[in-house]
């Protein structure tokens, strides 16, 4: 498989623990993993992870719903390191188009991940504002997505297409990870990376695993359950 799989979240401790696991080549982080994880210092966290993690890359968000503020916070979250990638939304709050910052940062040489992105023209735009040379990953939202019915590989699929023609250096990024089975869609759409939250990481080894024991098992814990629970049917 071909595909790079990063870890979604915030969790510090299980950030390292995956990193030191070697199993995930990179890592993603939002705000709303943030509040999830309880990170009270932004900077402070970035800061750590940062200085631990040096080798891998990993994207930290801008907060601020202002264009200009946004190039500030990134300028900031750029300095961390030279593995650090900044997420910028598509659009803040008010759906105004991010394409200036984008152009802006990525002329500087920041390297940025266009994120909350849902549709090929966003991608399009995205693309297109970025500098021709500097690293940059697309974030396209395939979880949510599918989230409302629709099936996400042909739009992913348009979306690498793009990429290929206007930005051949910036990598495709399957986001919003539902299931094991998307790093399977994520690599049947030619995306260059899957970022996948700790819940989906923990179940890589099942892959390959007999579905026959796999039935016996499951039926195995819904006895021990059941049994555990003391449920009688016949008195």
Known sequence: MKIKIFADGANEEEMLKVYHQKIVTGFTTNPSLMKKAGVKDYKGFAKRITSQIPDLPISFEVFSDDLNVMIKEARVIGSLGNNVYVKIPITNTKGVST???????????????????????QTKTALNALSPDISAIISV??????????????IMKKCKE?????????????????????????????????????????KLPLIGKDLTQYSLETVRGFFADASSLGFTIIS
């Open 99 to 121: 394409a200036p910052v984008i152009h802006t940062l990525s002329s500087e040489g920041i390297k940025i991940n266009v994120t909350a992105v849902f549709t090929p023209e």
């Open 141 to 154: 939202f395939a979880g949510r997505i599918s989230d409302t019915g629709i099936n996400p590989v042909p």
């Open 162 to 202: 793009y990429c290929g023609t206007l930005r051949p250096h910036a990598e495709l990024l399957w986001a919003s990870c539902r299931e094991l089975y998307s790093i399977y869609e994520a690599e049947e759409s030619g995306c260059d990376i899957i970022t996948v939250p700790n819940a989906i990481l923990a």
